[in-house]
C-alpha cells in the first residue's frame, strides 16, 4: 500500500516564518493518495498556514515540500505546475464577481489547461450538476446564497482536475442552515476517493470522512489518530481541552 | 447690466466648444495611457522603475497647471535641441503644447487614481486565481483590470471634470477655446460680469454632462455586483 509513488504530499521539517513570528515548526507530514486528512486546532495555531504552504499560497522558510513527486522551490514554472494538481477551497469562496457563474467555472481552465470553450463549458456544466446548482450557470455570485457560492467555488476548483483538494475552513463564513449543503458535497467527494485536507471544526464531517485526524497547536502538529481513538482517547492534554470547548454544546 | 449680451455671449462662446472638447479628449486619452505607464511602472515591484514614476507624479501634482504650461509653451523652446528635434512641429504650435501639458498632469493624477483602484482589489480573488493556477499576468487582465476599473471611475470621473476645467488655461497660450472667445467679447463688451457668467453657465452644463455619462457608466459595470 505504501509505495513511494503513492504519497501525495510529503513535508519534511517544514518551517514558516512571518518576522519574528514562527507559525509552523518543523511540521513533518505525509499524505497518501485517496487520503483524506482533517487538520482542526485553535485559531492562530497554523493549520491554515499549513495548507497554504502545500499549493505556495504561502512560501516556507525552512523545510522540503513535495507534492506528486515535485518540489516546491522558487521557480515559477513548478509553482504553477503544482497549483494545477492543487484545488483549494477558502473560507470566503472568492468567486469572481465580475464573471458569471459559468465564466467563474471556466476562466482558469480556458487559460491555463488551454481548453477549447466549448468543451471548457462542458466540463463547468458537468461540475455543477455535481454539486446540484447548473441553474444558476448564468447567475453572478453576488445572486447566490452563500452555500451555492461555496459550493461553486468547490465546483471552481474541480474543473481543473486536481489530485489533491485543500479545504480551508470552508464552512466557517456560512449561515448554519447552509453548512450541510456545502459538507454533502465534500463527502461526496470524500467517497469519489479525491485527496483532500481539510481544516474544519466540523467533527461530523471528521467522524465520518476523515482517515486521519490531526490537531495543531502554537505552529506544531500535536496528536494524530483516526477519528474513533482522537475523540473518545485523545492522549494531549491540550488537544483534550480543545476537544472540550469545541464539543461542549 | 444689459442681460442681451448673455445671449450674445452664450452662442458665441459655445464656437469655441470643439476646442474644449479637442484638448479634453485628446489630453484625457494621452493622460490615460502615461496614468497606465505609471501605474505598471509603479506596482512592477522594480526600485528602478518605480521611483522614476513616484518621482513624476510627485513633480506634476507639485506644481501648478498654470506653471507647467508655461513651462511647455515659454520654456521648452528656449532649447536648441529641442528646435531641432522631431518634437518641434507639435512644440511649436500652442495646441500641441496645451495637449502635452495637460496630458502629462493628468497622467499623474490618474495614475494614483488606477494605483488606488488596484490596491483596492480584493486579495483573496487574486489567491484565488493563484490557487487555480493563473499566471501573474493573467491575474491582472482578468482580475485586478475589470475589478479596478469599476473602483476606481467615480474618482476617474472627477478627474476627467477637472481636466476639463483646466483646458481653459489654454486660453492664456492663444488657443481659442470658450474661455479665450469669452476674453475676446469681454475686451469688445466691457461687461465682464454678464460674459464669465455666462461662460460659467456652460462649464456647468458640460460637468453636468460628463457626470451623468460616468454615472450611467458605473451602473452599467456594477450590473453583476448589484443586487
Known amino acids: 500500500m505504501n509505495k513511494p509513488n503513492d504519497t501525495m504530499i510529503q513535508l519534511i521539517g517544514v518551517g514558516k516564518r512571518f518576522g519574528q513570528f514562527e507559525a509552523l515548526k518543523q511540521v513533518s507530514l505525509e499524505v497518501r493518495r485517496g487520503e483524506k486528512i482533517v487538520l482542526c486546532g485553535p485559531s492562530g495555531s497554523g493549520k491554515s498556514t499549513l495548507i497554504r504552504c502545500i499549493n505556495r499560497m504561502e512560501e516556507h522558510t525552512s523545510g522540503r515540500i513535495i507534492i506528486d513527486g515535485r518540489e516546491l522551490t522558487d521557480r515559477t514554472k513548478d509553482i504553477n505546475a503544482v ?125 465520518s470522512v476523515a482517515d486521519r485526524v490531526m490537531f495543531m497547536d502554537g505552529g506544531q502538529l500535536i496528536e494524530e489518530g483516526d477519528p474513533e481513538t482522537f475523540f473518545a482517547n485523545p492522549r494531549n492534554e491540550r488537544t483534550a481541552l480543545f476537544l472540550r470547548q469545541i464539543l461542549r454544546h | 447690466m444689459n442681460i442681451g449680451i448673455v445671449f450674445d455671449a452664450i452662442p458665441r462662446m459655445l464656437s469655441g466648444i470643439v476646442m474644449t472638447f479637442q484638448l479634453l479628449l485628446l489630453s484625457l486619452a494621452i493622460g490615460t495611457m502615461i496614468a497606465v505607464l505609471l501605474l505598471l511602472m509603479r506596482i512592477s515591484g522594480r526600485w528602478w522603475l518605480s521611483w522614476p514614476a513616484q518621482f513624476y507624479t510627485y513633480v506634476f501634482r507639485g506644481t501648478p497647471i498654470l506653471v507647467q504650461i508655461f513651462i511647455v509653451y515659454y ?15 507639435i512644440l511649436r504650435d500652442p495646441f500641441g503644447c496645451a495637449i502635452l501639458a495637460l496630458s502629462l498632469n493628468t497622467g499623474a493624477y490618474l495614475s494614483e487614481i488606477f494605483r488606488g483602484g488596484v490596491l483596492a482589489v480584493e486579495r483573496g480573488l487574486l489567491e484565488a486565481g493563484a490557487a487555480l493556477g493563473m499566471s501573474a499576468t493573467h491575474r491582472f487582465i482578468y482580475i485586478t483590470t475589470p475589478l479596478a476599473i469599476r473602483i476606481a471611475l467615480p474618482a476617474y470621473g472627477n478627474e476627467v471634470i477637472s481636466l476639463m476645467k483646466s483646458t481653459a488655461l489654454a486660453s492664456t497660450i492663444t488657443l481659442v477655446d470658450m474661455t479665450g472667445i469669452g476674453r475676446t467679447i469681454v475686451a469688445e463688451t466691457f461687461a465682464p460680469y454678464q460674459v464669465f457668467l455666462s461662460l460659467a453657465i456652460v462649464y456647468v452644463a458640460i460637468t453636468w454632462i460628463i457626470q451623468r455619462s460616468v454615472k450611467r457608466l458605473e451602473v452599467y459595470l456594477g450590473r453583476s455586483t448589484a443586487r
Open chain 1, 83 to 207: 497549483r494545477r494538481e492543487v484545488g483549494m477551497v477558502f473560507q470566503s469562496f472568492n468567486l469572481f464577481p465580475h464573471m458569471t457563474i459559468l465564466k467563474n467555472l471556466t476562466i482558469a481552465q480556458r487559460l491555463v489547461r488551454k481548453t477549447p470553450e466549448k468543451e471548457a463549458k462542458e466540463v463547468a456544466m458537468h461540475y455543477l450538476k455535481r454539486v446540484k446548482i447548473p441553474e444558476q450557470a448564468s447567475k453572478y455570485p453576488v445572486q447566490l446564497s452563500g452555500g451555492q457560492q461555496q459550493r461553486v467555488a468547490i465546483a471552481r476548483a474541480l474543473c481543473m482536475k486536481p489530485q489533491i483538494m485543500l479545504f480551508d475552513e470552508p464552512t466557517s463564513a456560512l449561515d448554519p442552515e447552509m453548512i450541510s449543503e456545502v459538507l454533502d458535497v465534500m463527502v461526496d467527494l470524500a467517497r469519489d476517493g479525491m485527496t483532500m485536507i481539510c481544516v474544519t471544526h466540523e467533527m461530523g464531517f471528521a467522524r
Open chain 2, 75 to 89: 520654456g521648452l523652446p528656449q532649447f536648441e535641441w529641442i528646435r531641432e528635434s522631431i518634437f518641434w512641429p
